[in-house]
């Protein structure tokens, strides 16, 4: 399931989207039980929601903040048969899995240089974003 949305109310905007992938190996990579013709497969998964306020204070001023989640999981299963030909079936399967995990913020002001007619030179000031990351 694909999904992606955006909603704003006057200087707020929430963002959020979600995605899923599937895919069969047909290559037979690591030696798949001959009953099979392809891996079970590949699955990963993202989503994220950020929330963005953003105003104008004056005609040169602007400030913006955002905080923000993300994360993303991955599942690969490989079947693989230890018999030797001739032999009874010795399947396994191995499993690989990841897991990421973002959360932070962002703090943004942004002012123009030399007056308000010059929109060429521009200053921006970034607050160091705050981020957490978690993988398992």
């Given amino acids: 399931m694909n999904f992606y949305g955006r909603l704003r109310y006057h200087d707020l905007t929430l963002s959020a989207a979600t995605s899923a992938r599937g895919k069969d190996i047909p290559t037979a990579s690591f030696r798949p039980p001959s009953s099979t013709t392809a891996t079970r497969g ?16 004056s005609e040169t001023v602007e400030l913006s903040a955002r905080a923000f989640y993300d994360r993303y999981t991955f599942y690969g299963d490989y079947p693989y048969d230890y018999a030797n030909p001739g ?13 990421g995990e973002w959360i932070g913020t962002e703090l943004q002001a942004t002012t123009q240089l030399f007056g308000r007619d010059n929109r060429r030179h521009r200053l921006r000031v970034p607050r160091k974003p705050a981020r957490a990351a978690a993988q398992l």
């Fill in 87 to 99: 032999d009874p079936p010795d399947r396994v399967v191995f499993r690989d899995e990841a897991l």
């Fill in 42 to 57: 590949l699955r990963d998964y993202r989503a994220y929601l950020d929330l963005k306020y953003q105003r104008r204070l």
